[in-house]
């Protein structure tokens, strides 16, 4: 053999060991990426049957709630309906009566507060306190226009 296909040959056989090397490379990867399919395909099939799961329990409980709101409905038509009251004109002095009889002593005097609607109807004496206003602040520095009197005002 000549010398250049014997180094021909070599080259090839190199070339060959590399790809075979690169080829064993590649299939672990595969067999890598496999696994990793095989784990995510159970956790989208366990997230399937936990999503069946709370769609059946979703419509579990919209039941269970379209029968309350039924029942308050229907509770509150008889509370606060027409006929009710029409028919039971003063339940509110039936419960006026139960606390007086239960609570007599515990009943609070309401108690004049100390607020300016509130002075006159305490009697309190009040005292008139003028208040003068210099010339110079009779007018208004920013328009130019003359102050006038509002109000009195007791505190």
Do not use: W
Request: with cysteine; aromatic share 2%; glycine share 2%.
């Amino acid at each position: 053999m000549p010398k250049s296909s014997s180094q021909e040959l070599a080259r090839l056989r190199k070339e060959n060991e590399e790809q075979r090397v690169l080829l064993a490379a590649l299939q672990s990867q595969m067999e890598k990426s496999n696994q990793i399919i095989a784990g995510l395909a159970e956790q989208l099939k366990e997230s399937l049957d936990g999503n069946a799961e709370l769609r059946a329990l979703l419509i579990d409980l919209q039941a269970k709630l379209d029968k309350l709101l039924a029942q308050k409905k229907k509770r509150d038509r008889n509370d606060y309906g027409s006929k009710n009251e029409r028919h039971n004109p003063k339940p509110a002095v039936a419960l006026e009566a139960v606390v007086q009889t239960i609570l007599p002593d515990q009943l609070k005097v309401p108690v004049n507060r100390n607020h300016k609607k509130h002075i006159h109807f305490q009697n309190l004496p009040t005292e008139s306190v003028p208040h003068q206003v210099g010339p110079d602040d009779l007018i208004c520095p920013e328009c130019a226009v003359e102050t006038t009197f509002v109000r009195n005002e007791v505190t």
